[in-house]
């Protein structure tokens, strides 16, 4: 699944109740995860980690659908220019 499948996704199951919670809140919600995230980073629970990692990436995935940021697009920021050579691990 590429980024831009998983962002579809999840604002096919979450945009209209997100858009309602607005950025604001959504933010807050985003940065509790981010906060889950840090203890599961501090313990050595590897599922656990792997769980948080992914309720991040779903809040942000949200955040972005409901700012209509295409975060395909925003990583070119990175990519652009720079995949020359690029070989993947």
């Given amino acids: 699944m590429t980024i ?3 962002q579809d996704f999840i604002r096919e199951k979450y945009y209209a109740r997100d858009s309602e919670r607005g950025s604001a809140g959504t933010f807050l919600w985003f940065v509790e995860e981010v906060g889950e995230l840090a203890s ?43 995949m020359k050579g690029f070989k993947p691990k």
Avoid at 48 to 68: G, M, R, S
């Fill in 40 to 82: 599961a980073l501090a313990g050595d629970d590897q599922k656990n980690k792997e769980e948080e990692f992914a309720d991040v990436l779903a809040w942000l995935c949200t955040l972005a659908n409901i700012n209509d940021i295409d975060l395909t697009e925003a990583v070119r920021k990175y990519t652009a220019g720079n």
């Fill in 4 to 6: 831009k499948e998983f």
